[in-house]
């Protein structure tokens, strides 16, 4: 999830956990902290693109290991105030602030290895975008309403702000579950093979879904809207090139994206190099994740990430009107 609604996520529940406590100016300061603390991992250089995006959100976002932590955190935030809280008083707050921040990014679509050290499995339900206003506003207007108003009626509006947002969570997982039956009942009509699909929503929304569809040596696109909820879906198929993964077989670096992306991946030849991207996270032929693994007989030693198109935000605004 992106970074301003992880801050506000954990600024927020500090400030419901700790009450009137402490100022509220550090319960937020202190729970914006451990809400952002797990993203710190970003600045760490594992060696080549591929193992930077499959090792981001692992041991920093592991539920065990933030647990273990927290007790130290609050010993050391209640003697940096030393303002008669004890660090127990702290403990919940800080707990709670570090925790939520992988479980939200756990209802993205990207993959948290929340799990470690027990299992290294990335786990995504997929049901919001990475950023979505709907989502961040409620805890914005919540936490800003609390400065404003103070005492009881601000921590007051910060609850409501929760209350909301994770409200609103709880509607995009009800969403995709619809969007899934719906697609489903679609393919079936067409024909189409429906064992391997993913559903996730598209930029800034919980009302249209793209939709993508394995199907052997191909992939189709499609989109579906809650407004129009029966229209047949228009599937694009492309090709995925699979047999180029047969004589990368045994690469650390194919294989781990195709692990990561749980199978949903595509490969492509391209500027002299075999290319694979990661089909969850972008659309068309361009995708926010996509690497050069260079060649059978030359294999990229430090695969690099390959650049992507994005278009104007306008552009994206209009593409998802008229899926609407």
């Given at each position: 999830?992106?970074?301003?609604s992880q801050l506000l996520l954990g600024a927020s529940v500090s400030?419901?956990?700790?009450?009137?406590?402490?100022?509220?100016?550090?319960?937020?300061?202190?729970?914006?902290?451990?809400?952002?603390?797990?993203?710190?991992?970003?600045?760490?250089?594992?060696?080549?693109?591929?193992?930077?995006?499959?090792?981001?959100?692992?041991?920093?976002?592991?539920?065990?290991?933030?647990?273990?932590?927290?007790?130290?955190?609050?010993?050391?935030?209640?003697?940096?105030?030393?303002?008669?809280?004890?660090?127990?008083?702290?403990?919940?707050?800080?707990?709670?602030?570090?925790?939520?921040?992988?479980?939200?990014?756990?209802?993205?679509?990207?993959?948290?290895?929340?799990?470690?050290?027990?299992?290294?499995?990335?786990?995504?339900?997929?049901?919001?975008?990475?950023?979505?206003?709907?989502?961040?506003?409620?805890?914005?207007?919540?936490?800003?309403?609390?400065?404003?108003?103070?005492?009881?009626?601000?921590?007051?509006?910060?609850?409501?702000?929760?209350?909301?947002?994770?409200?609103?969570?709880?509607?995009?997982?009800?969403?995709?579950?619809?969007?899934?039956?719906?697609?489903?009942?679609?393919?079936?009509?067409?024909?189409?093979?429906?064992?391997?699909?993913?559903?996730?929503?598209?930029?800034?929304?919980?009302?249209?879904?793209?939709?993508?569809?394995?199907?052997?040596?191909?992939?189709?696109?499609?989109?579906?809207?809650?407004?129009?909820?029966?229209?047949?879906?228009?599937?694009?198929?492309?090709?995925?090139?699979?047999?180029?993964?047969?004589?990368?077989?045994?690469?650390?670096?194919?294989?781990?994206?195709?692990?990561?992306?749980?199978?949903?991946?595509?490969?492509?030849?391209?500027?002299?190099?075999?290319?694979?991207?990661?089909?969850?996270?972008?659309?068309?032929?361009?995708?926010?994740?996509?690497?050069?693994?260079?060649?059978?007989?030359?294999?990229?030693?430090?695969?690099?990430?390959?650049?992507?198109?994005?278009?104007?935000?306008?552009?994206?605004?209009?593409?998802?009107?008229?899926?609407?």
């Amino acid at each position: 999830m992106d970074s301003v609604s992880q801050l506000l996520l954990g600024a927020s529940v500090s400030v419901a956990v700790m009450g009137r406590r402490v100022p509220l100016w550090q319960a937020a300061a202190v729970g914006a902290a451990c809400g952002t603390l797990p993203d710190l991992d970003v600045f760490i250089d594992h060696g080549d693109a591929i193992r930077n995006m499959t090792l981001h959100r692992t041991e920093s976002h592991a539920l065990l290991w933030l647990t273990l932590a927290s007790p130290l955190l609050a010993w050391l935030i209640a003697g940096l105030f030393r303002r008669g809280v004890r660090w127990q008083q702290w403990w919940l707050a800080i707990w709670l602030a570090l925790i939520t921040h992988p479980l939200l990014d756990l209802m993205t679509v990207y993959g948290t290895q929340l799990g470690l050290p027990l299992t290294d499995h990335p786990f995504a339900v997929g049901s919001i975008y990475i950023v979505d206003p709907l989502y961040t506003l409620p805890l914005l207007i919540g936490l800003a309403a609390a400065f404003w108003r103070g005492g009881a009626g601000g921590l007051r509006w910060n609850r409501a702000g929760l209350a909301l947002s994770t409200l609103y969570l709880g509607w995009s997982m009800a969403i995709q579950g619809v969007a899934g039956w719906q697609i489903a009942q679609s393919l079936a009509q067409q024909r189409m093979p429906d064992d391997k699909v993913l559903v996730t929503p598209t930029a800034f929304n919980t009302l249209v879904w793209r939709t993508v569809i394995i199907d052997g040596d191909r992939y189709g696109e499609a989109y579906w809207s809650l407004l129009s909820p029966r229209r047949p879906l228009q599937i694009s198929w492309h090709a995925r090139h699979t047999a180029l993964f047969a004589p990368l077989k045994g690469s650390w670096h194919a294989e781990r994206v195709a692990w990561f992306s749980h199978g949903f991946y595509a490969l492509r030849e391209q500027a002299g190099q075999i290319t694979i991207a990661d089909l969850r996270m972008g659309e068309g032929e361009n995708y926010t994740f996509t690497f050069g693994l260079g060649t059978p007989q030359a294999p990229a030693a430090h695969p690099e990430r390959l650049p992507s198109t994005r278009p104007a935000l306008g552009q994206s605004f209009k593409a998802i009107w008229e899926r609407l």
